[in-house]
Nanobody
Framework: QVQLLESGGGLVQAGGSLRLSCAASGRTFNSYTLGWFRQAPGKERDFVAAISWDGSSTYYADSVKGRFTISRDNAKNTVYLQIDSLKPEDTAIYYC???????????????WGQGTQVTVSS
């Protein structure tokens, strides 16, 4: 059974930074694309960023380009999301997820974590 566990969320002032982590169980971690999504209050869950199995490819939503950086450490079974220059509109629950392959990295994720709350104060 695959499990994904996010951490690193919290309350931060606008302009600050956070690094989210997602630790995964399972010996095949390095075979999968990993992604980050977020869901703001009253809104649908949106794609944020994805990284290929070996880290050679990344893809970002236009709204976060230049401020968010996704990375992974396959030796630690962990994927990260560095968030800089935080804005109040970044307030959301952030989820990590796993999928097979790199085709359309915004969709078709099959395992999800429980999420970590990020709150940005103005």
């Amino acid at each position: 059974q695959v499990q994904l566990l996010e951490s690193g969320g919290g309350l931060v002032q606008a302009g600050g930074s956070l690094r989210l982590s997602c630790a995964a169980s399972g010996r095949t971690f390095n075979s999968y694309t990993l992604g980050w999504f977020r869901q703001a209050p009253g809104k649908e869950r949106d794609f944020v960023a994805a990284i290929s199995w070996d880290g050679s490819s990344t893809y970002y939503a236009d709204s976060v380009k230049g401020r968010f950086t996704i990375s992974r450490d396959n030796a630690k079974n962990t994927v990260y999301l560095q968030i800089d220059s935080l804005k109040p509109e970044d307030t959301a629950i952030y989820y990590c997820a796993r999928k097979r392959g790199w085709n359309d990295p915004t969709k078709s994720y099959d395992y999800w974590g429980q999420g970590t709350q990020v709150t940005v104060s103005s």
